[in-house]
């Protein structure tokens, strides 16, 4: 099976820049994904990452290194609207396992 | 606005009973995908369809069931309800399969509240 592992809550100020980490056991995935979701809303995708290395995406930022099963979310210059939960997914290929999800809470 | 539609956004039944939601994909998209998002967890993958065929199957109980119909709307069938089936249930939807790094767009959602 496949299986994936985030932090519960993370706290950050505004401005600041925060990193969600992502760790995963798995015997094969295509890619690493990030999605956003506001409390009572839909999750929103937010980057996605095929291979090994960094993607950048306005303030958001992803990283994958497939040997170490690791990936993160990097959020710089935080505002009070990041504040949501944030999902890293494993992308199959026909179908996405989300890990049980990050709360960030940024603080003025 | 992702464009995938749900219906009912909330729904509020009694134990035992059975309940159907629906979901009509973005247009364009021959994949939907149900997830079950209970209190405070993460999306629990249910089951995924690609133009009208089961393509993958997660953790879905044998008391709920999907289908694809040709127009591509999906309905996911939650019968003899127990108060613990009460979350969130999205639908989803992709162009084709995720591995090609598609992106998947998730609807509103459905409220079902079990009582």
């Known amino acids: 099976g496949q299986s994936l592992e985030q932090p519960s809550e993370v706290t950050a100020v505004e401005g600041a820049i925060v990193q969600i980490n992502c760790t995963y056991q798995?015997?094969?995935?295509?890619?690493l994904s990030w999605y956003q979701q506001h409390d009572g809303g839909a999750p929103t995708f937010l980057s996605y990452?095929?291979?090994?290395g960094l993607e950048e995406t306005g303030r958001f930022s992803s990283f994958l290194s497939r040997s170490d099963s690791y990936g993160y979310l990097l959020l710089q210059e935080l505002q009070m609207k990041d504040s949501a939960s944030y999902f890293c997914?494993?992308?199959?290929?026909?179908?996405?396992?989300f890990g049980a999800g990050t709360r960030l809470t940024v603080k003025p | 606005d992702s464009g995938v539609t749900q219906t009912p956004k909330h729904l509020i039944t009694a134990t035992g009973q059975r309940v159907t939601l629906r979901c009509s994909p973005r247009?364009?998209?021959?994949?939907v995908y149900w997830y079950q998002q209970s209190l405070d967890q993460g999306l629990q993958f249910l089951i995924q369809?690609?133009?009208?065929?089961?393509?993958a199957k997660g953790n879905i109980l044998e008391r709920f069931s999907a289908q694809q119909f040709p127009d591509l709307h999906s309905e996911l069938n939650l019968s003899s309800l127990e108060l613990g089936d009460s979350a969130l249930y999205f639908c989803?939807?992709?162009?084709?399969?995720?591995?090609?790094?598609?992106?998947?767009?998730f609807g509103e959602g459905s409220w079902l509240t079990v009582v």
């Open positions: 989803a939807s992709s162009v084709g399969g995720p591995s090609s790094g598609n992106t998947i767009y």
């Open positions: 798995t015997s094969g995935f295509y890619g």
């Open positions: 990452n095929a291979l090994d």
């Open positions: 997914a494993l992308t199959n290929n026909n179908d996405m396992r």
């Open positions: 247009s364009g998209d021959l994949s």
């Open positions: 369809y690609y133009n009208g065929e089961e393509r």
